[in-house]
């Protein structure tokens, strides 16, 4: 009752309020915290003609992590139905364990053939970057979050490729706005939770929508597809997205710029140069020292 627009947000499994919340808190904390040592600028504070790119300690665990959350997802999405026995819950359940996957697996692809293309156009080389293809998957799981349970499978393949896509530009404007985000988390985060509820807003399908919500207003295709106009849910998720961002900056920008005053929020040169397993945890994670025999 009483919904916004007669409608109210869709947001099933959280790409806007779990997702996009974590994502906008990164993007202040990290424009507020300025880039790594040696990112974009030298030690003097002049600006590098090419950013450095720090290589990831372990590639085999990077890729052993995105199978786990992608695993963790199977409960994540279908389990959003908070239970399973009352008549209906397991269709949605089944469908958002189908969309999960679908999305996850065209992310992956997307984003890892795409940079390639990419790559060998700048410098005539083809690479085939793993971590594009981890971090292509977990974007097409979070784009797909917030939809799983109203936008059929063909849809979910759709926002799985766009997501990939999404997660390259949003990443690639990171870096010429010198917001030096090390894991990617908000490319992932941020921009794939914004284009998961927009895309919702696009592809929420008539039938499903009626038993998942058993609201009146679908996906903006559907709707010019059957020759009105009726753009409710898309403007409701728009408004869901701008609400999310603007509430994230309300809390935590003040508090980020307190804590950076305080001289709190950040390490000293030193301990950013020797790692903070050395200097907040007493001891290197690796031992990287040579053995003499």
């Given at each position: 009752d009483n919904k916004f627009f007669g409608s109210g947000m869709i947001d099933f499994a959280g790409s806007g309020v779990v997702h996009m919340t974590g994502g906008a808190t990164a993007l202040f904390a990290a424009k507020i915290l300025g880039p790594r040592i040696g990112r974009f600028y030298d030690a003097e504070g002049r600006e590098l003609p090419e950013p450095i790119i720090f290589?990831?300690?372990?590639?085999?665990l990077q890729a052993i992590g995105t199978f786990i959350l992608w695993v963790?997802?199977?409960?994540?999405?279908?389990?959003?139905?908070?239970g399973i026995s009352t008549s209906g819950?397991?269709?949605?359940?089944?469908?958002?364990?189908?969309?999960?996957?679908l999305a996850a697996a065209s992310g992956s692809v997307s984003a890892l053939f795409t940079d390639s293309l990419l790559?060998?156009?700048?410098?005539?080389?083809?690479?085939?970057?793993?971590?594009?293809?981890?971090n292509g998957a977990l974007s097409g799981l979070v784009g797909i979050t917030a939809g799983c349970s109203v936008v059929e499978p063909w849809s979910a393949l759709v926002i799985g490729i766009v997501a990939g896509w999404v997660y390259i530009c949003w990443s690639s404007l990171l870096v010429k706005l010198k917001i030096d985000d090390a894991v990617d988390a908000i490319p992932v985060h941020l921009g794939n939770g914004m284009w998961g509820c927009i895309a919702t807003g696009l592809f929420a399908s008539p039938g499903l929508v009626?038993?998942?919500?058993?609201?009146?207003?679908?996906?903006?295709?559907?709707?010019?597809?059957m020759g009105n106009g009726n753009g409710k849910l898309f403007a409701v998720e728009i408004f869901g997205v701008l609400f999310i961002i603007?509430?994230?900056?309300?809390?935590?920008?003040?508090?980020?710029?307190?804590?950076?005053?305080?001289g709190i929020f950040r390490v000293d040169a030193i301990e950013e140069e020797v790692g903070l397993d050395i200097a907040h945890h007493k001891g290197s994670a690796y031992d990287l020292t040579e053995y003499d025999e």
């Open positions: 290589p990831p300690h372990s590639v085999p963790g997802w199977y409960g994540f999405n279908p389990g959003s139905t908070l819950y397991a269709d949605v359940a089944a469908l958002c364990t189908l969309n999960t996957t790559e060998r156009r700048r410098t005539g080389e083809t690479i085939y970057d793993i971590t594009m293809c981890m009626d038993a998942a919500y058993g609201t009146p207003n679908y996906g903006l295709f559907y709707n010019w597809g603007g509430w994230v900056g309300l809390i935590m920008i003040p508090y980020f710029f307190l804590m950076n005053a305080l």
